[in-house]
């Protein structure tokens, strides 16, 4: 069975802080998938970074950045200098590929409160 | 503007009433998805459509029904069996890519409150 774990349930931090959220996830399937979404108060989901299980290579989006490790099976978030308007409930979530179901179900972990303060 | 509507943003509902949420995409995304969200939780699936005429149950369908007559909308119905309804409801949708369904793109939900 698939699962997603965010540890950390909230996290506040100051304005221009770096912050990690983590991520750890099980699975069997060899092929499979890891998403992270942001939720602002307004409560959609925002997509954000999608990366398959044969990508290690670490992604960096402007302030965001991504850490897959397989070894330890976690895909870690790191926000750099945050703001204010990063203040969301991130979530983590893991597809699986070819072993799975066909359509290719999304387990998503609990997800994880930031709050910045200005 | 392409993207996923639904409507109405909020809804109340009485004690044993049923009630009809609404998901439209202009995305031409072949499946959809309805999650629901509860306070300090994760999404859980309620049902899901790969295509038209076509719906699967997700983790959590008691107490709801779907329809896919259209490519575009998936409604959701929360009948009087759903015994604890009250919660934030997702619609999602994606495209198929070789048989398997890509990105999930949410809309911006409906929250339901019964009375």
């Known amino acids: 069975a698939q699962k997603v774990t965010q540890a950390q349930t909230e996290i506040s931090v100051v304005e221009k802080e770096d912050v990690t959220l983590d991520c750890v996830y099980e699975?069997?399937?060899?092929?499979?998938?890891l998403f992270w979404y942001k939720q602002p108060p307004s409560g959609e989901l925002v997509f954000l970074i999608r990366r398959n299980s044969f990508d290690e290579q670490n992604e960096i989006s402007g302030r965001y950045s991504w850490n897959f490790q397989k070894s330890t099976s976690s895909f870690n978030f790191t926000i750099t200098a945050s703001q204010v308007v990063d203040s969301a409930v991130y979530f983590c979530a893991l597809r699986d590929g070819a072993g799975g179901t066909s359509y290719g179900k999304l387990t998503f972990g609990q997800g994880t409160i930031l709050t910045v303060h200005p | 503007d392409g993207g996923i509507t639904q409507s109405p943003k909020y809804l109340f509902r009485k004690e044993g009433q049923n009630v009809t949420l609404s998901c439209e995409q202009n995305?031409?995304?072949?499946?959809m998805y309805w999650y629901r969200q509860d306070p300090g939780q994760g999404l859980r699936l309620i049902y899901y459509s790969q295509i038209v005429n076509d719906f699967q149950k997700g983790d959590i369908a008691e107490g709801y029904s779907v329809s896919r007559e259209k490519k575009e909308s998936f409604p959701l119905t929360v009948t009087s069996a759903q015994k604890n309804p009250t919660a934030f409801y997702l619609c999602a949708s994606s495209v198929m890519t070789s048989g398997y369904t890509d990105t999930q793109y949410f809309g911006p939900g409906t929250r339901l409150t019964v009375l």
């Open positions: 995305l031409n995304h072949d499946a």
């Open positions: 699975t069997r399937d060899t092929t499979y998938y």
